[in-house]
């Protein structure tokens, strides 16, 4: 098997080179009959057979960036293709960024299946962070009424979270994941080696997410962040691998009870409804996903506290480990009151015309969801962090 | 209640004006959680009990197009809104026809729900032909991820069959419907006295489903309309109820066995792949879709005729009667050979390369959706329907 060469940006060893052997650790996420496995562990791009027996067709698409392809996408397609000659992949490789992850970039991707008229019994496979993986779900969903489709996240992102669940979409110019799909994937397989490669900043994004199930649902995997968070930072590969597989299992959990969001699955947002003003506002791109859902996850903590909801050891603790994985704790000094409300205004989470938002309340580790809240505290939080 | 002005092109008597207490007639699409009611009768438009109780959230869009809205839209909005003050309703007006059915003017459905702020319990209606119900159920299943939707189809080929099972979608340059997603109402309202308004070729373009019915799973309705079809270009309106009575009711029963066209879902498509390219050919719009699918069914029968799956009295038969429906037997004549192959090549039933259709065997009512028939019989159909 034909192995990409190893990127500058690595900064800790790979593993023991015998990896083809590993075991992946198996995260189930049961939903009856669009039920499918996440593999987790090093390695796993050079096990063809794990990719090999959930593409059902003869024709692959590989959906990537052109900031992972040259690492990754030789790779992908020979573990597709290895003693499997009667597959035949092609690749889409699009410019790389949040900015787009929009319509024009989606027709692109049409375009390219159906120009290679690829048909029902294709498969999609997303190769990439949560750009990718969203935008890749919601071709799959919507080309030809439904294909199927594979994850292959290659950030912690979108290896914790946003590969995992079925949801897909893309940003409108007014808001971000407006359109889109809850379409499940065939299986995720998460090679942590991929992670080597992943810059700093990003890492720290993914780390976001990892805090926030501890915060809303698992007080003691956020006891084990606190003391592990400068093994993730050093990419410690045995700290990233339990913080993976212990943030899929959180999130399969909650995803296998509400999968469209009626209402539980909304908790996974915990500081997304400031985090996502703050991309819309600022400008999707400059910061990362993770980066701004800190900053709103620190929003949501302050205005748990003043409504009285937690005590302040949960405001402090939370500030303190997100600054230990070098997150931002308040939002870009441009944003304004004004700004986090519109974007608010068109959440996903209004319903007839109230605004609920994920807060904390109790003990660590639960949060509530909910439009009842004093309006003031609201107030209060957003003025507080805007000039 | 507020009533819109009769078109001058209305040509048949309304049924008796005492119609709000009419009982509709009911057809259930029987898909578990996802089964809805068909409302068929006249005068349902003046019942607005029928539309609200599917009405779960405070605001509605209705997406519509500029030739049905001055006659009907004013209509249901009253009818939404009637006794109901909690309720705002939005509407976009489109412009008419199958080459609008792009993922542009879809943007424009987004871009309005958006700056409307509209939120998840929002519910959009559909009120117009298959375009509009087409557009419109992609629009809901992909805005925010999904909202309810409800069809008030206004044409006989929207009442008979686009508005029943829930496939939604848009075209592409390359081929028709091949961006969608399989979604389904919350019910279906078929007020028949829509029909008095609609232009002749739109109503014989409609009846080429009807016969499709007949020809392959319902040879006893197939022989009624052998004997109704003067009744139904008459638009007698006790032809036409039992006409789409009966359509919805061979639909409903397809549907309910194979959703996601599995198989059986698959035999609706009757002359719709040869149609598909005529459409895709000879220009979107050029041809109402069941003019198409007309000249279609004539190649299809000419096919299974040709294989020796049926016999000469039902090749003789299916032209009797869409001759009788003033509806096309042969492909317009800039159609080429090489134009249908080249379009069928993208259709959505070929399957790792194969390309399956729906032919007839055997008596009349009785059909195959297979890959496995001799090439030879498509290119002699082929060459044979063009020059």
């Known amino acids: ?16 080179s015998n990896t083809t052997s590993a075991v992946p650790t198996i995260v189930d996420v049961d939903l009856g009959d669009r039920s499918y496995p996440i593999y987790i562990g090093s390695g796993l791009l050079d096990q063809p057979h794990l990719l090999q027996k959930h593409v059902h067709g003869k024709r692959v698409l590989v959906l990537t960036n052109t900031t992972v392809a040259p690492t990754y996408l030789d790779k992908v397609v020979s573990a597709l ?11 889409v490789i699009l410019p790389d960024g949040e900015k787009y992850k929009n319509m024009d ?39 030809l009424r439904g294909v199927n489709f594979i994850q292959i996240p290659t950030t912690v992102m979108a290896q914790v979270d946003s590969s995992v669940g079925g949801k897909t979409g893309i940003n409108h110019r007014l808001g971000k994941n407006l359109i889109g799909a809850f379409y499940q994937p065939e299986c995720v397989l998460i090679d942590t080696d991929t992670l ?29 962040q606190e003391k592990n968070m400068p093994a993730l930072m050093a990419r410690d590969p045995n700290a990233l691998a ?23 699955r909304a908790t996974l947002n915990l500081g997304h409804t400031f985090g996502h003003a703050i991309e819309t506002g600022f400008g999707y791109g400059q910061w990362l996903h993770g980066e701004a859902v800190a900053a709103g996850m620190v ?45 608010m205004a068109v959440d996903k989470k209004v319903a007839d015309g109230l605004l609920r938002l994920i807060l904390l309340k109790g003990p ?13 505290a609201l107030d209060e939080t957003l003025h507080a962090f805007c000039k």
């Not at 027709?107 to 019994?121: G, T």
């Not at 339990?242 to 969001?261: G, Q």
């Not at 439009?371 to 003031?376: L, P, S």
């Open 364 to 376: 660590l580790g639960n949060c509530v969801f909910t439009g009842d809240y004093d309006r003031k």
């Open 1 to 16: 098997m034909k192995v990409s060469a190893t990127s500058a940006a690595q900064v800790v060893a790979q593993p023991p």
């Open 81 to 91: 293709t290895h003693g499997n000659p009667n597959v035949s992949v092609e690749s």
């Open 105 to 143: 970039t989606l027709m692109k991707v049409f375009d390219k299946a159906i120009e290679s008229r690829l048909d029902r019994r294709c498969t999609f496979v997303a190769l990439g962070g949560g750009v990718i993986g969203d935008m890749c779900g919601f071709a799959a969903a919507a080309f």
């Open 242 to 264: 339990y913080a993976i597989k212990r943030s899929c299992e959180n999130k399969a959990e909650v995803v296998s009870l509400d999968e469209k969001e009626s209402g539980l």
């Open 196 to 224: 080597n490669t992943l810059p700093e900043r990003e890492l720290a994004s993914g780390l976001a997410e990892v805090i926030k199930y501890g915060l809303i649902r698992d007080a003691e995997f956020f006891e084990w």
């Open 299 to 343: 929003m949501a903590v302050d205005m748990s506290y003043r409504l009285g909801w937690i005590d302040d050891s949960i405001v402090k603790r939370t500030l303190d480990i997100l600054q230990a994985a070098k997150l931002p704790i308040t939002p870009p000094e441009t944003m304004t009151v004004e700004m986090f409300k519109s974007v």
